[in-house]
């Protein structure tokens, strides 16, 4: 769990002096794609919310700026969210 809490929040600034995990939070950590490594805050989210996965913008994916890579949970273990790849 501390390798966890070292991790960079999807979303935070650039030159946000602490771009990590904030107490209080919860978090699903992003695996391969463009968003590798990430942490996503799913704070609050309801289990179907947690179970369909998100797709979350990025200008690094297959499709640049406006594009969005898409992320679920892993059977077995939805702590870990892998990349099932990017959309427009």
Excluded: N
């Amino acid at each position: 769990m501390d390798e966890l809490m070292r991790g960079r929040v999807y979303g935070a600034d650039h030159e946000d002096p602490d771009p990590g995990p904030q107490p209080g939070h919860v978090y699903r950590e992003l695996v391969a794609g463009p968003l590798d490594g990430l942490l996503l805050d799913v704070t609050g989210w309801s289990a179907a919310e947690l179970a369909a996965g998100a797709a979350l913008r990025t200008e690094i994916g297959a499709f640049g700026a406006g594009g969005r890579a898409t992320y679920g949970p892993r059977a077995g273990d939805g702590r870990l969210w892998d990349w099932t790849g990017d959309i427009r």
